[in-house]
C-alpha cells in the first residue's frame, strides 16, 4: 500500500461551521486520507468557509492566492471549497479561482469525498442544493465519526437553516429553511457519544427556541428536548446556542433550571439597545422585552452568566441610538459579547439602505466605544468571581504555556491554572481557585481534582 493522501480544513465560520469541518474531517479520514502534519500542505486543502461579514470573502480569495503557485507546481494536489460562500458564490469560486477542484454547498458534505475523487479524473465539480436532502440529513454518520479536537467534548446539530428574516442576514439564504432533526436521533447521536466518552454537548441551531415547529407545529418542544438530553447518563454539561430573544421563553428557562446538566451560561443575541433599530432590523422584539427576558432567566438561574452579539453602524444607526445601545448594554451587564461591525451583504434588505450607511470612521469610533462599555462589565464581572473555588473541565495546556493548564468553568469563562505534580489530562474535571481576573479569562491554582477523563485516548494508527 502507498502513502495514504494527507488532508487539511481550514474552518472560517461559525460553530456551525466548525462542526461540519469535524464531520468532513471525519468522512476523509473514513475515505482513507490522513490528517497533513502541521506547517506541510496537504495533498487535499479544503476551505470551509464563512460569508456573514464582506471580509470573510475576502480572506478566502486570499487564502487560494496563497496556494495558486503551489497547485500549478503540484497539479495532482487538490482544492476544494464548501461552506456558506460556497453556497452563495457557486460557479463564480471557480471563475474567480480556476485553480479550484471542487465547490460544494452547505446541504452536500457527504458528496465531498466523492467529488474530489471525480475532480481526479473529470474535472472540476460543482454540487450545490438548496435545500438539505431529507435523507441525508437524517443520517448522523457523517456526526458520530466526527474527527473532534476535545475528544469530550461535542457539538449537537438539533436545527439546521433559519426562517428568520433579519434584515442584514445572510444565514438564511445560505443555509436554507429550518429543518429540526428528529428528537430520536438527536437523543441516540448524544446517547452514542455519552458512551464515547463525551462528557459535554453544546446543541447547535441558528434559533434553538423554535426547534421542532416544522415536525409537529406544537411548540414548546426546546425546553422538552433539553430536558431529554438531561437524563443521558455521562453528559454533566449542556450549553445551547443560540436562542433567539423574541422565542426565548419561561418553559426555556424552568427546563434549564430543573435539569441538572445544563450550565448556568445563556447567550441571547441583543444586536442593538434601539427599539427603532431593532424594528429596521427585523429582529422582533424590543429593548424592554429583551430585558424582561434576561432579568427573568437571572433572577431563576443562580450564578447566570450572559453573553451576546451586537452589531456597530445598522443603516441609519443615529449618535442617540448608539447611546441606547450603549446605555443598554450597561444595564445588561453582559459576562461577554461578541462585536460586529455592519457589512452589507448582497441579497438581504439591509444592503438596500446605502443611503442610510454611516461613515466608516463614525462606526469605528463607535465600536471603540462600546468595547470600551463591554470590557469594563465583563472585568467586573471576572473580578467577582476571585476567591471563588469553581469546577473546571480541563482542555489542555495553554496555547502559549505548556506548563499552564486550560480550561472552562461552567459559566463557560476561560480558566488557566499552573500544572502541578498532580497529573491532570485534558478531559479532567477539576476545582480551581481562581485568583486572578482579566476580561476575556480567569487564572487560578488546582484545588482538587474531581475525576479522571472519561474519553478513550486514541492510538494514531500508521498505515504502511
Ligand atoms: N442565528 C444567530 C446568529 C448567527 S450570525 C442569532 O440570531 O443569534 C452571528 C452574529 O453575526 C449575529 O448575531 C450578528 O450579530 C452578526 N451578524 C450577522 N450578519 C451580520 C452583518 N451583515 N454584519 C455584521 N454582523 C452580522
Ligand atoms: Fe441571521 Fe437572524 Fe437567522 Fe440569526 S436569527 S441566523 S441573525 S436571520
Ligand atoms: Fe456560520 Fe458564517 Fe455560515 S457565521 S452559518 S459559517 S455564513
Redesign the pocket.
Known sequence: MGTPKTFAIRTFG?QMNEHDSERLAGLMVADGLVPAEKDSIADVVIFNTCT??ENADLRLYSALGELKDYKKAHPEMQIAVGGCMAQKDRDDILRRANWVDVVFGTHNLTSAPGLLKKALTDGPQIEILDAPDPEAHKDMAPALYAVRELPFAAWVTIQTG?D?T?A????PSVRGVEVSRLVEDIMQEATMLAASGVTEITVLG??VNSYGRDITGRSPLFSDLLRELGTIDGIERIRF????PKDFRDDTIRAMLETKAVCNQL?L?L?SGSNRVLSSMRRGYTIERYMEKLNAARAAIDDLAITT???VGFPGETEAEFEETLAAVAEAHFDAA?T??????EG?R?AEMQSEFIEDEIVAERFDRLKEVLNRSALEKHQARVGNTEEVLVEGPSRRNDQVLSGRTRQGKLVHFPVTNEPVRAGSLVTVKLLKAAPYHLKGELVSVLRAPKHKVRIPLHVS
Request: charge should be positive.
Open positions: 461559525c456573514i461579514r433559519c428568520n433579519c442584514y442576514c445572510i444565514v441558528q434559533n446556542t443560540s436562542p433567539h447567550h443575541p444586536q452579539d451586537i452589531i461578541y460586529f461591525i455592519f457589512s452589507a451583504r438581504t439591509a
